[in-house]
């Protein structure tokens, strides 16, 4: 059982919602990940959190909002999505020294669709 | 910029079949590979871990080789078994920036038949 999880864990949205995604780790780690998974294509990154301050935004659309109030949860707020966004959203923690990562651990996955 | 490109993107053996996953990179400056394990609608599971100084990695039936001058790993499964079927990822680590970040490859779909 993986020390991540992930809440809802299937989301359907109309894209004048508003809802957020929320990511909760239990392994002590300093740096927590939101990655973007669709058909076909490889696991995106989206948002890197280490200690707390935000150090990657690999240009993602305004319409996805991240929020780390502390070092075990991590939030993704949704805002006018495209049917485009609809796609498994995954969070991972890991433990960040010296600017390495180590193994990456995983949550489940919010499972998202945009109608 | 690295790219991780994986082949086969899907494969089918039966029960108790040897197999062999490939995963090759374009930047060999990495820092560590992974491979992941990832199930139907699931998240994903680290399998192995080489560092880049390492050759291999074994854990179980698993093992896992890297050879960086050629950017290249392969992941070895002994006498599959239909639990093995998933979703298999590698992911390669590079060196540098405030947090360095995964970069995945698509994946081998591996269905192992009873």
């Known amino acids: 059982e993986t020390g991540v999880t992930q809440t809802p864990r299937h989301l359907v949205m109309g894209m004048t919602n508003k809802k957020s995604l929320k990511c909760e780790q239990h392994l002590g780690h300093n740096a927590m990940y939101w990655y973007k998974q669709s058909a076909k294509k490889p696991l995106e990154l989206m948002f890197v959190?280490?200690?707390?301050?935000?150090?990657e935004n690999n240009s993602v659309p305004s319409r996805f909002s991240p929020e780390c109030p502390n070092s075990s949860h991590l939030f993704l707020h949704l805002h006018t999505l495209q049917p485009e966004d609809s796609a498994l959203y995954l969070c991972?923690?890991?433990?960040?020294?010296?600017?390495?990562?180590?193994?990456?651990?995983f949550g489940p996955g919010t499972r998202l669709t945009v109608l | 910029k690295q790219e991780v490109t994986q082949i086969p993107a899907a494969l089918s053996v039966p029960e108790g079949e040897n197999l062999v996953l490939n995963c090759s990179f374009t930047d060999s400056a990495i820092y560590n590979l992974q491979w992941f394990r990832q199930d139907p609608g699931k998240g994903l599971t680290s399998l192995l871990l080489i560092q880049s100084s390492q050759r291999e990695q074994t854990s179980g039936r698993l093992n896992a080789s890297l050879d960086k001058s050629s950017g290249r790993s392969t992941l070895y499964i002994a006498a599959s078994q239909p639990g093995d079927s998933a979703t298999y990822l590698c992911?390669?680590?590079?060196?540098?920036?405030?947090?360095?970040?995964?970069?995945f490859g698509t994946g081998t779909l591996l269905a192992v038949q009873p």
């Open positions: 992911a390669v680590s590079g060196y540098g920036g405030a947090t360095n970040k995964l970069i």
């Open positions: 959190y280490s200690l707390e301050e935000r150090v």
């Open positions: 991972a923690s890991s433990q960040v020294v010296q600017g390495y990562i180590d193994t990456q651990y």
